[in-house]
């Protein structure tokens, strides 16, 4: 019952989408999540990048991290995932609004360990720089010194907006101000080569040509 109550979406339900493929192309479009800390007396919010991996959600930081070691005790969080679609141009300030796809996952990371943590790795650097495959994987030190966290997908919601015009108030219909939907298209520019590298190496495919809609 409690887990129903905090994943249903109350304020404008019907913005709520359950469809577990729409919550997957979501988080895949996503590099970025904001995990809530509740350590005692530092509470915070970290933005971290992510990357789906199946039926959970993987991030990866320094064992140094005060957040990540706190979140590796198993502790109860929420993390959202927040794509920013456009902004909606009312005629009123109050019926502005934006479009957005918006996700929030509830429960408890779970720190990887031995090979599960470098295939985790690898889940992650595939996401977050793909067909970079030359790269070279990390060393038993570098190993020791990150941590790799992953949430099941079992308690989450999703809430999408996307209005094409904006909802004006009876009162302002005859108003003589622009409103309208103003969208928002992310999309990479052209890679930049570092400086120096040996055997001019060209631009892997997949970062060339990596898709929009990544934010
Ligand atoms: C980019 C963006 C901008 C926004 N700007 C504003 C703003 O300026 N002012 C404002 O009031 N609201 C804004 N919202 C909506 C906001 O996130 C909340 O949905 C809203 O404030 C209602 O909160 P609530 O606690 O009353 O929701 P409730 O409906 O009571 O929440 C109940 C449950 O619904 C689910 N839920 C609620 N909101 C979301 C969400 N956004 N995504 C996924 N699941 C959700 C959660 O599981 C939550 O526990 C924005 C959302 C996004 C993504």
């Not at 404008?12 to 999540?33: F, H, M, N, S, Y």
């Not at 650097?125 to 495959?133: I, K, N, R, S």
Request: net charge negative.
């Amino acid at each position: 019952m409690r887990e129903r109550l905090r994943t249903t979406v109350r304020r404008i339900p019907g913005k709520q989408v359950t469809d577990r493929e729409v919550l997957d192309q979501v988080l895949d479009a996503a590099l970025v999540a904001h995990v809530a800390v509740p350590a005692p007396g530092r509470l915070a919010v970290v933005p971290v990048g992510t990357a789906r991996d199946g039926d959970r959600l993987l991030i990866h930081g320094s064992n140094a991290s005060q957040a990540f070691r706190f979140l590796a005790t198993g502790v109860e969080t929420c993390t959202t995932i927040t794509l920013l679609d456009g902004v909606v141009v009312a005629r009123s300030q109050f019926e502005s609004s934006m479009n957005y796809r918006s996700a929030m996952l509830f429960g408890a990371y779970r720190a990887l360990e031995g090979e599960e943590k470098e295939r985790g790795l690898a889940v992650l650097a595939e996401a977050l720089m793909p067909g970079m495959t030359q790269a070279r994987t990390p060393s038993a030190k570098e190993l020791a010194a990150t941590s790799v966290l992953a949430l099941p997908l079992t308690e989450w919601s999703l809430k999408v907006s996307a209005k094409n015009e904006p909802e004006d108030a009876s009162e302002d219909f005859d108003r003589e101000v622009w409103g309208g939907v103003v969208p928002l298209h992310h999309s990479w520019g052209t890679p930049i080569t570092a400086p120096g590298l040996p055997g001019d190496p060209a631009v892997p495919e997949a970062l060339a040509t990596w898709p929009e809609g990544r934010s």
